[in-house]
């Protein structure tokens, strides 16, 4: 399997409820971050985790680590209709492989109002 | 700039033709990045510039894909021969430096169509 696959491939959910979803990766990271691509085109950076952190919070978003395990999570609270879209993690070995981002095929997600 | 602009926005071409994708990285970001999307996938990184030189071209797919950086501006990946696997977003991100605290900011991407 890939560096950095997601868990769910898909998740329906209703608008306030809370979406959770997971992140693994195979080897040594320098941080981890979080996208999310609405339509198939431009991604949005939503938040970066570094491999000494364990938890990072930003507005509705949770992302925690956890480098033993070597996942993480995104926990999207309270969601609304306009959170639908794809959410992707990626991981950067940092070093020289620095911006060079390993991602995960996706979980979409879909809020329905 | 104010954000990574990406041209064409939306490419049809035919099998064996050759194509140009451009990337405007945003003005003082000095590390630019090629990836492509396959349909229903993640992205795979293509290549990486960091001012005008490529240290990392280990994800061209094939010598038919090459890519150039001039005045630490405008990138173009060019794909000589086009084949139909060779259809996919191509997306271009850009960052102050090759550690950027904040991610990195991707352009809208250049879809692909080979026929």
């Known amino acids: 399997s890939q560096q950095g696959e997601e868990d769910p491939q898909a998740l329906s959910i209703q608008e306030g409820e809370n979406a959770t979803m997971n992140c693994s990766y195979k080897t040594s990271i320098n941080n981890l971050q979080w996208y999310r691509q609405n339509s198939g085109r431009g991604l949005v950076h939503l938040i970066l985790?570094?491999?000494?952190?364990r938890e990072k919070h930003s507005g509705r978003l949770r992302v925690t680590l956890d480098t033993s395990k070597k996942s993480s999570s995104l926990l999207i609270t309270a969601s609304r209709a306009a959170d639908t879209a794809s959410y992707f993690c990626?991981?950067?070995?940092?070093?020289?492989?620095?911006?060079?981002?390993?991602f995960g095929q996706g979980t979409i997600l879909t809020v329905h109002p | 700039g104010a954000g990574v602009s990406q041209s064409p926005s939306n490419k049809v071409t035919e099998k064996g033709k050759d194509v140009e994708l451009r990337c405007d990285p945003i003005s003082g970001h000095t590390a630019l990045y090629w990836y492509r999307q396959r349909l229903g996938q993640g992205l795979e990184f293509l290549i990486y510039f960091q001012g005008n030189s490529a240290p990392d071209k280990s994800g061209l797919p094939s010598d038919r894909f090459s890519a150039e950086r001039t005045g630490e501006s405008v990138s173009t990946l060019t794909i000589q021969r086009t084949q139909q696997e060779d259809s996919a977003v191509y997306l271009c991100?850009?960052?102050?430096?090759?550690?950027?605290?904040?991610?990195?900011?991707f352009g809208s991407g250049t879809r692909l169509t080979v026929v």
């Open positions: 990626a991981t950067d070995l940092g070093g020289t492989s620095y911006g060079k981002l390993t």
């Open positions: 991100a850009s960052s102050r430096i090759q550690e950027p605290r904040y991610g990195y900011t």
């Open positions: 985790i570094r491999s000494n952190e």
